[in-house]
């Protein structure tokens, strides 16, 4: 079943907070939030952009740094600042052409639930709420922030035959 869903993925559709980065947000003494990407993580969002795969990202955080570094990978669907993400996911599929059964959705906590109750092909990190646990298709051994985007999107890319080494793809 995992391996039908993971065929039929055309995009994949992703949180910021919780699932790029562990979920932690630190705070400067100006009051700029900081967070933490996985390198590898983007290595893998740059080489699914090659592959042309859409990356869709819609969060509730509303950060430039944020912003500038998924960017910075390739990432042109980057949706900040949203309070209700199922609108917004349904305007997106619309304009790629794409069903929910199109997508791969990554989330870890309730603002994702109803998406990812929706999506082709639902996953998380391993540290995700339980409530989005037991909706999932497929739960990461990897933590947000430490590698589940790889993870999945790995996997997705190795079935249908998309995985081929790239070096001029950089770890950045």
């Known amino acids: 079943m995992i391996f039908d869903n993971l065929k039929r993925v055309k995009a994949f559709v992703l949180d910021v907070d919780g699932v790029l980065t562990d979920g932690r947000v630190l705070v400067n003494e100006s009051g700029h939030q900081m967070r933490t990407f996985n ?4 290595y893998v969002m740059q080489l699914a952009v090659k592959r042309d795969y859409p990356i869709i990202i819609i969060t509730g955080g509303n950060s430039t740094g944020v912003v500038k570094r ?6 042109q669907e980057i949706h900040s600042g ?9 305007d997106i599929l619309i304009s790629y052409e794409l069903t929910f059964d199109d ?4 989330g870890d906590d309730i603002p994702d639930l109803e998406c990812m109750q929706l999506a082709g092909l639902a996953a998380c990190p391993a540290d995700a709420v339980e409530e989005i646990k037991a909706i999932c ?3 990461s051994p990897k933590s947000g922030g430490h590698g589940a985007v790889r993870d999945v999107m ?6 249908q035959g998309k995985w081929q080494v790239d070096t001029t793809v950089k770890s950045n």
């Open 137 to 139: 298709h497929y739960i």
């Open 154 to 159: 790995e996997k997705v890319m190795k079935i």
């Open 39 to 42: 390198i590898k993580d983007g």
């Open 103 to 106: 997508i791969l959705y990554m």
């Open 82 to 90: 949203i309070a209700n993400k199922i609108e917004k996911l349904k």
């Open 70 to 75: 998924l960017a910075g990978l390739g990432i």
